[in-house]
Nanobody, 120 residues
């Protein structure tokens, strides 16, 4: 069993900053790609950013230059630094990871989500 636990969601004013964290735990042999997705009310879930275990991240066009994804492989943790936040960034943010378990099963794991609200 593998779990992802997100933290850091909050209410923030437009132009403000926020940092999300997501830690993977459980029967982990290796964590491959980790990423963040978001879902606003009435919309489908969409990719924000993702980063492989080694290599360069990729971002949705709408967040380039404002949001930065990073990871600590020793801690199986991925972060999302969010700067210059806009009201349209309001959404539930979900963490996702591709995990090879200790039983050599490949798992596509999702967290429960953390709410980011950008409003004055």
């Amino acid at each position: 069993q593998v779990q992802l636990v997100e933290s850091g969601g909050d209410l923030v004013q437009p132009g403000g900053s926020l940092k999300l964290s997501c830690e993977a735990s459980g029967s982990i042999f290796h964590v491959n790609t980790m990423g963040w997705y978001r879902q606003a009310p009435g919309e489908e879930r969409s990719l924000v950013a993702r980063v492989p275990s080694s290599g360069s991240p990729n971002y949705a066009d709408s967040v380039k230059g404002r949001l930065t994804i990073s990871r600590d492989n020793d801690k199986n943790t991925v972060y999302l630094q969010m700067n210059s936040l806009k009201p349209e960034d309001t959404a539930v943010y979900y963490c996702n990871a591709g995990v090879l378990s200790t039983t050599m099963r490949y798992l596509d794991v999702w967290g429960r989500g953390t709410l980011v609200t950008v409003s004055s």
